[in-house]
């Protein structure tokens, strides 16, 4: 699987803190190791996001990604009020 960052997340990745760019790592590590882990809470999102998925990166931030083939693209990143 290879992973990719769109610009938009980079972005907002510069912008939350260090702990939550830590924490995000962590997170991708086990991504990358078993996508379906339920710490992560892998979910289809509805609406504008319908084609994307989301992570748990803590308990109140979320990564967004989509899936195409065998590419992960990670689009956004920020708390769910933020987000949704």
């Known amino acids: 699987m290879k992973i990719v960052f769109h ?4 972005k907002r ?3 939350v ?3 939550i760019q830590e924490q995000f790592y962590n997170r991708l590590d ?6 379906s882990h339920p710490v992560l809470n892998v979910h289809r999102l509805e609406g504008s996001y319908s084609e994307c998925f989301s992570i748990n990166i ?3 931030y ?6 195409e083939l ?8 920020g708390t769910h009020s933020e987000l949704y």
């Open 7 to 10: 610009k938009h997340f980079k």
């Open 13 to 15: 990745f510069q912008k």
């Open 17 to 19: 803190p260090k702990k």
């Open 30 to 35: 086990l991504f990358m190791e078993n996508m």
């Open 58 to 60: 803590t308990a109140d």
């Open 62 to 67: 979320r990564a967004i990604f989509k899936k």
């Open 70 to 77: 065998s590419v992960v693209t990670f689009i956004l990143i």
